[in-house]
Nanobody, 122 residues
């Protein structure tokens, strides 16, 4: 599967943004799909994941209540809806696909898309 992340950009604190991860070659329903992020000078960290059957979704504590992961099987795309954005959310966001189910460590994922930059700044 090939993954293409998009939708990043600049937004003010408190704003919203939706990231997309378009898959080609195989259905997103064949994988656990996740979002990770990496801020400058920091390690990559888990953000959110959705299992093969679409339920449940898993979230890092720091995004619970603010971010939502979902998917459109028809468009073969996974989304990350982000709201109440903070400056700490500034990072490059990556989508990933894993054959072994939802994991919170990036090393378990088999396919990665190129990142999309999200900058939260006044």
């Amino acid at each position: 599967v090939q993954l293409q992340a998009s939708g990043g950009g600049s937004v003010q604190p408190g704003g919203s943004m939706r990231l997309s991860c378009a898959a080609s070659g195989r259905s997103v329903g064949s994988y656990a799909m996740s979002w990770f992020r990496q801020a400058p000078g920091k390690e990559r960290e888990f953000v959110a994941a959705i299992s093969r059957n679409g339920y449940p979704a898993n979230y890092a504590d720091f995004v619970k209540g603010r971010f939502t992961i979902d998917r459109d099987m028809f468009k073969n795309t996974v989304y990350l809806q982000m709201s109440s954005l903070k400056s700490d959310d500034t990072a490059v966001y990556y989508c990933a696909a894993g054959v072994d189910g939802v994991r919170f460590q990036g090393s378990f994922y088999d396919y990665w898309g190129r990142g999309t930059q999200v900058t939260v700044s006044a």
